[in-house]
């Protein structure tokens, strides 16, 4: 019998992510795997519309912003003076930023040097996009105690970095 897709299984996804338009966004030549049932391991829309699922089903799923990377904000931008960064500066790079509180890092990305002034936008690059999942499930698996204890996965695929 072939086992659902159910809180505490762990799931590998064949996936590609494109946007409306059909440009391709992630290949997914690394199947993804993420431990089910509420641990954060991949987005709750797509995890809502796996539960149940068994292997070999495929799903295509689009994704507003807000279940995705989120909406763009506007108040992420900032343009500072270029004598604050580095010489070798290039649009494309991104840093690390601590929030004002002190609590938060947020990567902004350089995405224009003119006239002596660098905008850099802490907005994922995906922020403001709807994206589109072709999703297959690959294989479903029990999770070890270990796995359910610490909210991941482990071994292939999974990370053991603690």
Request: no cysteine.
């Given at each position: 019998?072939?086992m659902?897709?159910a809180?505490n299984?762990v799931?590998t996804?064949?996936?590609t992510v494109?946007?409306p338009?059909?440009n391709?966004?992630?290949?997914?030549?690394?199947?993804?795997?993420?431990?089910?049932?509420g641990?954060?391991?991949i987005?709750p829309?797509?995890?809502e519309?796996?539960?149940g699922?068994?292997?070999?089903e495929r799903?295509?799923?689009?994704l507003?912003?807000?279940d995705a990377f989120?909406?763009?904000?506007?108040?992420?931008?900032?343009?500072?003076?270029v004598?604050?960064f580095p010489?070798n500066?290039?649009v494309?790079?991104?840093?690390?930023?601590v929030t004002?509180?002190?609590?938060?890092e947020?990567?902004?990305r350089?995405?224009?040097?003119?006239?002596?002034?660098?905008v850099?936008?802490g907005?994922h690059?995906l922020?403001g996009?709807?994206l589109v999942f072709?999703?297959?499930?690959?294989?479903v698996r029990p999770?070890s105690?270990?796995e359910i204890?610490?909210?991941?996965?482990h071994?292939?695929g999974?990370?053991?970095?603690h």
């Amino acid at each position: 019998m072939q086992m659902e897709i159910a809180k505490n299984s762990v799931v590998t996804l064949n996936y590609t992510v494109r946007d409306p338009d059909g440009n391709m966004i992630d290949d997914g030549h690394q199947p993804l795997v993420y431990l089910h049932g509420g641990y954060d391991g991949i987005f709750p829309a797509i995890e809502e519309a796996l539960h149940g699922k068994k292997v070999g089903e495929r799903l295509q799923l689009k994704l507003q912003p807000e279940d995705a990377f989120g909406d763009y904000d506007e108040e992420l931008v900032l343009v500072e003076d270029v004598g604050q960064f580095p010489e070798n500066i290039e649009v494309g790079m991104s840093f690390e930023r601590v929030t004002d509180d002190g609590e938060d890092e947020i990567i902004y990305r350089i995405t224009d040097i003119a006239d002596g002034k660098v905008v850099v936008d802490g907005n994922h690059p995906l922020a403001g996009v709807a994206l589109v999942f072709d999703l297959t499930v690959a294989e479903v698996r029990p999770a070890s105690a270990e796995e359910i204890t610490h909210g991941h996965v482990h071994g292939p695929g999974g990370h053991h970095h603690h």
